[in-house]
């Protein structure tokens, strides 16, 4: 990923989660639609159609409606099959020789629906369905064996874990929006790691040296 882009994409992140932290969501039109197409550039084919469908997800979340809703779910529900596809190639089947390594995961996924499910309505399986695609993503993380792209997933899981809990679950705090946004941008750099078509050998971590 060209440094440029780099520190654009790091500078509209940390201007956007001040913002969503300040509960200034109308200035947030000029932060949050930049921050996927900013990642996107460099990107193998794989990983900008992740991405892109996570920015079209972020544009839809912009609403406050129902509908806006609905949108941003699909988006990223596409955006996590999506991302099993991008990550697969990169899988050094982790999984299969240390499966205990799933087991934190799969007790955050039980937990948190088990929190859900009664809160949902007519919810419920949308989320399920939700839950389990960003589950897919973070173990496709986990199986590329790589620490960051193994914290992207983790970081997906969190971010989407307190969105969620903040929308059905009615559990806030100061800066809590602020907070969903830094996990989430910080995901997606990550699972986007080692992805650039211009420079293979290039990873995120030696672009921001």
Not at 38 to 64: E, F, I, N, T, Y
Not at 91 to 112: D, E, M, N, Q
Not at 149 to 163: E, I, N, Q, R, Y
């Amino acid at each position: 990923m060209p440094r440029r882009s780099t520190l654009l994409f790091a500078s509209f992140a940390a201007a956007d989660a001040a913002l969503a932290a300040t509960g200034r969501n109308r200035a947030r039109r000029f932060t949050k639609p930049f921050l996927m197409p900013l990642l996107m550039v460099g990107r193998d084919r794989s990983v900008q159609l992740a991405l892109g469908l996570g920015g079209l997800g972020d544009v839809a979340l912009l609403g406050k409606s129902e509908t806006a809703f609905t949108g941003g779910l699909i988006s990223f529900l596409a955006g996590h099959l999506a991302w099993v596809g991008a990550l697969r190639p990169r899988s050094r089947h982790l999984i299969k020789r240390r499966p205990a390594l799933v087991l934190p995961y799969v007790a955050a996924w039980v937990g948190l629906n088990a929190y859900l499910w009664p809160r949902t309505g007519r919810n419920r399986i949308p989320v399920l369905v939700y839950s389990t695609a960003l589950l897919s993503t973070a173990l496709a993380a986990l199986d590329t064996s790589d620490p960051i792209t193994s914290a992207g997933g983790v970081l997906f899981m969190a971010s989407d874990s307190l969105l969620a809990l903040e929308r059905f679950g009615d559990l806030r705090f100061t800066g809590q929006e602020g907070v969903v946004m830094t996990t989430y941008a910080a995901a997606q750099a990550c699972l986007a790691h080692r992805s650039n078509t211009l420079s293979p050998a290039t990873d995120l971590a030696s672009d921001l040296k």
